[in-house]
């Protein structure tokens, strides 16, 4: 399951220790990848796809998987930081066997891999939010790809299915010919280029990077074009958050990011819609992402609403009542925000104060031992005579079993947790990108 992906500029005078200074001439691009590293870094998956024109080729999409990647950035004068990060090299040839009957895949296998600039610079960003977590690399290079067959690697992505959670990097430069400063000297195919991409990842739309011909392609001096739309096709259907461009040397860099669970999205659209068409309407924008992949299972689901950190409406099922996940959290966002009885109806000037998640869950199981129990992994439904009582997992302030317990039994109005019937659940928390 995909859990988020970025495309990201890679020149290495945007990492301080080497820019010393000159990364001020860059500085919506160094922002947005600062930006990018403290809203991603901190949801970081158990794995990444990094996509560098960079890397190792070998035709195709080449992928080079090693036990372990390293590297730093002495080759532009910074010796220091140095990264090390585990790599996956199992999953990674699995990966490349999946594709390989639809796409021209090489790969290639090491112990240990040094990682060229277009997959540190990135990585240097994303992992200085250090939260204690190293995700496993698969590095891979697509310049070998068409660029219609880019973006239809990144559809195909999008439907592999999985426990694990992954993140794709998709690193690349725009044209290197936007200015007549510009280190592969200037060309008008530059700029023309450069605002193809822009529009792509602003509308999430990759129509008019597929008109290119390849003569416009090579024209732009570009290495890019093929992570762009990988990005894209993974993207459809997404929200798509576009951050920056500029060409401060001469070489255009946009960075962009998107959340790949659209549930926090969808949630929210809903009650865009309803404000905007009414009820009727905002029930309907379910439809329009039920055959995501991370829809297609049926499962209960609490939609939770917060204003400024605290709670302003959580709603939800725990078991499901709808066709479909997009359903399902389409009716709880709706509930969540009217029918909280501990909370007024949410009104529209609120939404952008609010943030949102969404709990997706496990089918609830009988509990014979609170020993079984953890107030950070597991849910809890107290039940006794009718009367049921619900508390989600990991909630700030609930630390013990036994205070877990208490809280659950209370909202239903029982007096003591050990004389009722005690359920578990587990839940996926998707929370919403970018906001606090």
């Given at each position: 399951?995909?859990?988020?992906?970025?495309?990201?500029?890679?020149?290495?005078?945007?990492?301080?220790?080497?820019?010393?200074?000159?990364?001020?001439?860059?500085?919506?691009?160094?922002?947005?990848?600062?930006?990018?590293?403290?809203?991603?870094?901190?949801?970081?998956?158990?794995?990444?796809?990094?996509?560098?024109?960079?890397?190792?080729?070998?035709?195709?999409?080449?992928?080079?998987?090693?036990?372990?990647?390293?590297?730093?950035?002495?080759?532009?004068?910074?010796?220091?930081?140095?990264?090390?990060?585990?790599?996956?090299?199992?999953?990674?040839?699995?990966?490349?066997?999946?594709?390989?009957?639809?796409?021209?895949?090489?790969?290639?296998?090491?112990?240990?891999?040094?990682?060229?600039?277009?997959?540190?610079?990135?990585?240097?960003?994303?992992?200085?939010?250090?939260?204690?977590?190293?995700?496993?690399?698969?590095?891979?290079?697509?310049?070998?790809?068409?660029?219609?067959?880019?973006?239809?690697?990144?559809?195909?992505?999008?439907?592999?299915?999985?426990?694990?959670?992954?993140?794709?990097?998709?690193?690349?430069?725009?044209?290197?010919?936007?200015?007549?400063?510009?280190?592969?000297?200037?060309?008008?195919?530059?700029?023309?280029?450069?605002?193809?991409?822009?529009?792509?990842?602003?509308?999430?739309?990759?129509?008019?990077?597929?008109?290119?011909?390849?003569?416009?392609?090579?024209?732009?001096?570009?290495?890019?074009?093929?992570?762009?739309?990988?990005?894209?096709?993974?993207?459809?259907?997404?929200?798509?958050?576009?951050?920056?461009?500029?060409?401060?040397?001469?070489?255009?860099?946009?960075?962009?990011?998107?959340?790949?669970?659209?549930?926090?999205?969808?949630?929210?659209?809903?009650?865009?819609?309803?404000?905007?068409?009414?009820?009727?309407?905002?029930?309907e924008e379910a439809a329009h992402l039920s055959d995501l992949p991370e829809m297609a299972e049926r499962a209960g689901c609490?939609?939770?609403?917060?204003?400024?950190?605290?709670?302003?409406?959580?709603?939800?099922?725990?078991?499901?009542?709808?066709?479909?996940?997009?359903?399902?959290?389409?009716?709880?966002?709706?509930?969540?925000?009217?029918?909280?009885?501990?909370?007024?109806?949410?009104?529209?000037?609120?939404?952008?104060?609010?943030?949102?998640?969404?709990?997706?869950?496990?089918?609830?199981?009988?509990?014979?031992?609170?020993?079984?129990?953890?107030?950070?992994?597991?849910?809890?439904?107290?039940?006794?005579?009718?009367?049921?009582?619900?508390?989600?997992?990991?909630?700030?302030?609930?630390?013990?079993?036994?205070?877990?317990?208490?809280?659950?039994?209370?909202?239903?109005?029982?007096?003591?947790?050990?004389?009722?019937?005690?359920?578990?659940?587990?839940?996926?928390?998707?929370?919403?990108?970018?906001?606090?």
């Amino acid at each position: 399951m995909w859990s988020w992906e970025c495309f990201t500029p890679h020149p290495p005078v945007l990492v301080p220790q080497v820019g010393r200074g000159r990364e001020e001439e860059a500085r919506q691009s160094a922002g947005a990848m600062k930006k990018l590293g403290r809203i991603l870094g901190g949801e970081m998956p158990s794995l990444l796809l990094i996509l560098s024109p960079h890397a190792p080729f070998a035709g195709g999409i080449t992928f080079s998987v090693a036990e372990s990647y390293g590297g730093d950035f002495s080759m532009f004068g910074a010796p220091t930081p140095q990264f090390t990060f585990p790599g996956d090299p199992d999953r990674g040839l699995r990966l490349a066997a999946e594709l390989s009957p639809r796409f021209p895949a090489v790969v290639s296998r090491k112990k240990k891999l040094l990682l060229d600039h277009g997959a540190l610079v990135p990585l240097s960003f994303l992992s200085a939010e250090d939260r204690g977590r190293q995700p496993g690399i698969i590095l891979a290079n697509p310049i070998g790809l068409s660029p219609s067959g880019a973006f239809e690697l990144g559809t195909f992505l999008a439907s592999l299915a999985g426990e694990d959670q992954w993140g794709l990097v998709a690193s690349g430069d725009l044209s290197h010919r936007v200015t007549r400063e510009a280190p592969a000297g200037f060309s008008p195919a530059g700029a023309r280029f450069d605002s193809l991409v822009v529009e792509a990842l602003r509308k999430n739309d990759p129509s008019g990077l597929l008109r290119l011909d390849a003569g416009e392609i090579e024209e732009a001096g570009e290495c890019g074009l093929r992570s762009a739309l990988v990005f894209l096709g993974l993207a459809r259907k997404r929200n798509v958050r576009f951050l920056s461009y500029e060409a401060p040397f001469g070489v255009g860099y946009a960075v962009a990011f998107a959340p790949l669970h659209a549930a926090p999205d969808l949630a929210r659209k809903v009650l865009e819609t309803f404000f905007a068409e009414g009820e009727e309407r905002a029930r309907e924008e379910a439809a329009h992402l039920s055959d995501l992949p991370e829809m297609a299972e049926r499962a209960g689901c609490f939609v939770s609403l917060k204003k400024k950190g605290d709670l302003r409406g959580c709603i939800g099922t725990i078991l499901p009542r709808k066709a479909g996940l997009a359903e399902e959290i389409a009716e709880n966002s709706l509930s969540a925000a009217f029918e909280d009885p501990r909370f007024p109806p949410v009104e529209q000037r609120e939404l952008e104060d609010i943030s949102i998640s969404v709990d997706i869950l496990s089918i609830p199981e009988a509990v014979p031992d609170t020993a079984l129990l953890d107030p950070k992994k597991f849910g809890v439904i107290v039940e006794k005579g009718g009367a049921r009582g619900v508390l989600l997992p990991d909630l700030d302030g609930v630390d013990t079993v036994e205070t877990q317990l208490s809280i659950a039994a209370r909202k239903a109005g029982i007096a003591d947790w050990r004389t009722a019937a005690v359920r578990k659940f587990s839940v996926r928390r998707i929370r919403e990108m970018g906001r606090p």
